[in-house]
């Protein structure tokens, strides 16, 4: 548990470290940056496949990119406590059952 | 004609991307060539039916490990939609296949990861259903594969178990973007050095960014490994994924 907090101390320190080390930028995920520049730079060029259905907007997008955390972190929290509880569960019974042997 | 057209194309997005700029990880809709879309898809489709094939014998032989591949597929969703800011100064972010590709061997993860990367590209559009092949060929077949060899060849030089994890899941990460790179070289090779020369300027650029996230993958990974060793070493035994001094 300990040796768990503190190697995810070590993440957030990571994620963390270059909003102070970087400073001016946006930490833009470039991809979209990138296609608009392109077809700035050279407007005859046409991605020859378009996304079938693009967020509307960057509210949208992150609602989205949010939504997704939440079920993978949804689902690890129930998980998490299922394991638990199924720990405790077959501990109680191995209890029980010594008991039953001892008498 | 089309050609001169990828060669000016290619040219662009160097320049663009040379001034601490680095690509999302995903290869944009549209942006792959068609030949090159094709291939990358033709390569992919045969780890997925293979992926298929492997999750439903692994999960008829031991019904028990389902909750733990819903736990792989989780730990992809919940990583693969967090950016990350980098010292590059750009975002990017983490595949999450590494813990799969231990617990469930890289065939499993094919099809996880594809999954994943089908949401994101029909939801948010973030890459694509035509670089769907080169994206899932780069995160959902090498990615799994190298986390995996890299994780039995640690465990059998007698690594401990938390290094060899943290060293598969950061390489299947980091190996990953490195895959990406290599498609981007094949698609928009150099007018002047080839492949060569345009694989290393996408390596440098996706590689540095890339290098703190696998590190933060690797450490995630390692916390997870940690409760399932602590709550679920049944189902680890039956995966095998503990060797036996580890056990």
């Known amino acids: ?103 | 004609m089309k050609r001169t057209n990828w060669k000016i194309i290619y040219f662009v997005i160097l320049l663009l991307f040379v001034p601490k700029r680095a690509l999302a990880m995903h290869i944009m809709e549209g942006f792959l060539p068609i030949e090159w879309a094709i291939f990358w898809w033709a390569v992919t489709l045969p780890f997925l039916i293979l992926g298929y094939r492997s999750i439903r014998s692994k999960v008829r032989v031991n019904p028990e490990t389902k909750m733990i591949l819903g736990l792989s597929g989780a730990f992809v969703f919940i990583l693969s939609a967090l950016k990350i800011p980098s010292v590059t100064g750009s975002s990017s972010h983490p595949t999450g296949v590494g813990l799969g590709s231990i617990l469930f061997g890289p065939l499993a993860m094919s099809v996880v990861g594809s999954i994943v990367l089908l949401f994101q590209a029909v939801l948010l559009a973030h890459g694509g259903l035509t670089t769907l092949g080169a994206n899932a060929f780069s995160m959902a077949v090498c990615g799994p594969f190298i986390a995996y060899f890299v994780f039995k060849g640690a465990t059998k030089l007698g690594w401990s178990f938390s290094l060899a994890v943290f060293l598969a899941a950061a390489f299947g990460d980091l190996g990953t973007y490195v895959v990406t790179s290599v498609q981007l070289a094949l698609a928009f090779p150099s007018e002047v050095g080839g492949f060569m020369a345009s694989f290393s300027k996408f390596a440098g650029i996706f590689a540095l960014t890339q290098i703190p996230l696998a590190i933060s993958e690797g450490l995630l990974t390692v916390v997870v490994m940690n409760f399932l060793k602590k709550y679920n070493l049944g189902e680890l035994k039956l995966l095998r994924v503990l060797s036996k001094e580890a056990r």
């Open chain 1, 1 to 103: 548990m300990k040796k768990s907090l503190l190697l995810l101390f070590l993440v957030v320190i990571l994620a963390t470290l270059p909003l102070i080390t970087q400073q001016g930028t946006e930490f833009g995920g470039a991809d979209g940056e990138a296609e608009e520049a392109i077809t700035k730079i050279h407007p005859e060029y046409k991605p020859w496949f378009n996304s079938i259905w693009e967020p509307p907007g960057a509210e949208t997008e992150s609602l989205l990119f949010a939504l997704q955390a939440a079920i993978g972190a949804g689902f690890i929290g129930y998980f998490i406590g299922v394991m638990k509880q199924r720990n405790k569960q077959t501990k109680q019974e191995l209890a029980e059952k010594s008991k039953h042997v001892t008498h």
